[in-house]
């Protein structure tokens, strides 16, 4: 992912591991669908996803359960390296979204003394408004499962709503 603002969907968890790749996977490939194309076509087209952790530790591989519960929905995390979030990478973005309030809270934090703040803080929110997503680290497949449903159902709001706005 580079860093031009643009079609950059970004999403964020603590260590890039369970997650946050899981919403990186699921967002490419619901906008595929919505957009009548392939996760290739969508890539090819300008429209990159990206994941990455507030407190990860660069190049670590998804969970064993979120790479289980992706291969299950057809999506591939075996090649996930995770990657610790950074100015960068928000100012990338044309918009960012957070599993929980803390992490909303925790990337705000970051961008504070930044000269476009206003701007980059706009682009950041909660991925469910009203809740945190639930974090299935450490705990059985069944809430790995659970945990990608409700990032889905999330998304597909969240992406909706963010075709709109584009046109």
């Known amino acids: 992912m580079d860093n031009t603002p643009g079609q950059t969907v970004l999403v964020v968890?603590?260590?890039?591991?369970?997650?946050?790749?899981?919403a990186e996977g699921i967002a490419r490939q619901v906008l595929a669908e919505m957009?009548?194309?392939?996760?290739?076509?969508?890539?090819a087209g300008g429209v990159m996803v990206g994941s990455a952790g507030v407190s990860?530790?660069?190049?670590?591989a998804a969970s064993e359960q979120s790479v289980a519960v992706m291969a299950e929905r057809g999506i591939d995390?075996?090649?996930?390296?995770s990657r610790r979030l950074t100015v960068e990478m928000v100012r990338g973005a044309e918009v960012v979204y957070t599993m929980t309030g803390a992490h909303r809270a925790m990337v705000l934090r970051m961008l504070e003394g930044e000269r476009d703040y206003a701007?980059?803080?706009?682009?950041?929110?909660?991925?469910?408004?009203?809740?945190?997503v639930a974090d299935p680290i450490g705990g059985p497949v069944e809430e790995y499962a659970a945990t990608a449903d409700q990032i889905e159902r999330g998304l597909r709001v969240r992406l909706r709503q963010w075709e709109r706005a584009r046109g």
């Open 13 to 22: 968890c603590t260590g890039n591991t369970c997650r946050s790749p899981m």
């Open 35 to 43: 957009r009548g194309v392939s996760e290739d076509e969508l890539e």
């Open 56 to 60: 990860a530790m660069n190049g670590g």
């Open 77 to 81: 995390l075996s090649g996930h390296a």
């Open 119 to 132: 701007e980059l803080q706009g682009r950041v929110s909660r991925l469910l408004p009203d809740e945190d």
